[in-house]
């Protein structure tokens, strides 16, 4: 078990299930940046992992992770260093995650993104969903929505997939993956989160497949230079209007704005379909 | 061996010496040269290292703070708004207690921009739980470098070891590199690897906080009898904290420190040569601050500043915390030289008892 119980995640803590597949890597060495998972982590002197973990300010994540990487190579010991970040980390460590992947730093990102800086209160982060309210974006998040996943795999590094708190075995499938490869590996985890979103605590799996189903969440991997659409996402049905209007920063939208989010997921479809035929 | 050598390569000959694990870096004027030259010695396998190419100074010391973590021994440099922008993980590895050494080649801070010497960026560390040496000479650069690695580790405590920018990093003088080995590193307090059970600087509230950071202060403190022993055992002897010149019989007292330390002296002498009983304290440390060698000093105190807080000099500040009455010249800001002419015109109008206010700020150079 790797996150005990006891801890002081919130009820529905998509966090708390992501942390399960770091069962599944050989040593891993965990850091992580000011968010939730440092408080999930406990607080001194207690410590709710059974891996050693490392608090790090909050842009310096993926470096010193890498630096963690080359320290105990040049002693000879083999671990899994991985770097925990939420996307509030992305955000603020955003140069030094593409300096990462750029030197192809030895390490396994993943990042659990719960769609908003839920830590310090639910405001809007660059991962945030097309219009969902947050509270520095009361009437509807005007911005774009990044593409974590996609730009760090246009760095040509040995791994990159999506994955899901819904579809814990293809996220484990992928984790064990990433742990087997060397160099920068990335796995960007899709975290529904009953407190920041507004639904019920006992839906967040429920709420996560709904997302992959209706394709506002597409699971994929690149591996070897290559793109594919996991199977998941393949064969997923669903009602957009339905995972839309079931949480409550995105029961304002109007028919409009559904059409428009409608686009805009098709327009993302169709791009890493194009990706995968390449 | 004798090789002539720019202040900064002075750095990287002994950082080869000290055969670092890691060294992480980004390139500014005026650091890039220790940095360049290392990257060369790496390539060329003069030095087996893991040279990191980071993209920013944040990145560097990040990559730093991990490599140490491990138990590795590492090394940056940097220098101004380099330093400013790596400012938090600072933090991060004093109160990691992890040790480390890192060069600044001291500039002044924007704005405006400016990329000469001064001391304005150096002494933000002064908080942050650093030890903060300043050198006078390239010489001193490369002696003081190899302490570091040493008295870093017996402490666990980072030391930034600070020249002049362009001063000393630019210009070149013969430079003995010692036949010196550093002793075995001894294990450090702890170590992250697969198999430590506890996790690293989590959340801490109130009383531990104050009780690591109460440690921290107590370390640094104790740090001053290992850099008074480090400098006695050394093939030269600097005289551990600070260096006195022409002190003894000194009425008049100029406390500085850096690289135009050199061009003071040279004042002093000129005075001494009228009969004038001047002496100066250099400051080798900001911090731990050398304040039962203030203490100890008789007679009228001149603090010459290169950097400044609120209308005093730092260094300034610093003294009055153990002297009073003192008086305060802040001036070299930017690049500004002064030469001896200039030192001598400062403790002429102090030895003269003009100076009517407590600080001064100087315009007039050469």
New interface residues.
Partial sequence: MILLRGNTSCQGCPHSIAFKALEYLE???V?MPAGCS??I???????S?T???????F??TP??????????K??G???NVVAWMGDGSVDISY??L??SA??NDDIIVIVVDNEAYVNTGVQSSGTTFWKAKTTTSPKGKKEERRNVALQMALHRVPYVATASVGYMRDFIKKVKKAGELEGFRYIHVHCPCPSGWGFESSKTVEMARKAVQCKAWILWEYENKKFRISKISKKAKGDLKDYLLSQTRLKHLSDGDIEEIKRKIEEEWELLEHLEKL | MKKLLTGNHAIAEAVKIAKPDIIAAYPITPQTSIVEKLAEMVENSELDAEFVRVESEYTALSVILGAITAGARGFTATSSQGLLYMYEVCWWVAGSRLPMVMAIATRAVGAPWNIHGDHQDIIVLRDAGWIIGMVESAQEAFDMTLQAFKISEEVSLPFAVGLDGFQLTHTAEVVKIRDYELPKRKPLPYTIEPSSNFALNAVTFGIPKLKARHEQAKDLEKSKEVIRRVDKEFPVSYGGLTEEYRLDDAEYIVVMMGGWCGDAKDAIDVLRDKGIQIGMLRLRFLRPFPRKEVEKLDGKILVVDRSNSDYRGVLGLEVSTVKHDIKNVVTGFGGMELDTQDFVKIFTKFVNNEMKKDVEWWYDSA
């Avoid at chain 1, 982590?41 to 410590?47: D, E, I, V």
């Avoid at chain 1, 470096?63 to 105990?72: D, E, H």
């Fill in positions: 040593n891993p060495i850091l440092t408080v982590a406990g607080l001194h002197p207690n410590s992992l891996i050693p973990c490392v608090h790090v300010p842009p310096s470096s010193v992770s890498y630096g963690l990487s080359v320290g105990l040049r002693r010991i083999r671990a140069s030094l593409a300096g750029l030197r």
